[in-house]
């Protein structure tokens, strides 16, 4: 199988950098942002990037695409605030949607061309089951049940290009963000967890072999599909 370069979005630490480095063990190339370096053992090219602002990002992503040609693209990066309806900022609203959606299309955009011109391109969209509802998730869950509106249009306009355009949606996840909102013992935590089927939390490495498939070449057929990370926690929602 040929190596690939792939863009990863908030690589830094959690599910970005387990990612990056399954993608890397596997062979392929990584340019990875975010606004922080990686710790030590980052294999990739790293580009540090704010991609809450919109002509930094561009002058970024024209520098990557002019240096590297990009095959692929994994948007991961995201913030969460967590607020119940009454509680709901517009500031954080704002922000929201201008990491988790617009970052996301101003990225894939950057390296659609070059994915166009070879006949070949993988996108990984990194959703939530959030989206499906979630308590205190007004502005998140929106964004990620957007994100994967977004993944299914792209699918549609992408795939005689030879371009996949598929999401995956992690459930609760042990990375530092869940342990920062959830913290253990906590009555949040317990209550999550006795809902798990699976009875644990997902490991980021877990999320990455679902999207490092889903960005080979063995998935070629498959598009426009939210594949769920979730140790069943879905199972008996409402399908997107």
Known sequence: MAAHTFLVTGVSRGIGRAIADRLVARGDRVVGLARTPPSKGFTGIFHACDLADTEVTAGTLARIVADHAIDGVVNNAA???????GQVDLNDFDAMVELNLRAAIQVTQAALPGMRRRGWGRVVNIASRTALGKTGRTVYGATKAALIGM???WALELA???ITVNAVSPGPIDTELFRSTNPPDSPTTRTIMADIPAGRLGRP???AAAVTFLASEDA???TGQTLSVCGGLTVGYAGM
């Open 205 to 207: 490495e877990e999320v």
């Open 160 to 162: 005689r290009d030879g």
């Open 151 to 153: 993944t299914r249009t």
């Open 79 to 85: 913030i969460n605030v967590v607020g119940r309806l």
């Open 220 to 222: 070629g057929f498959i």
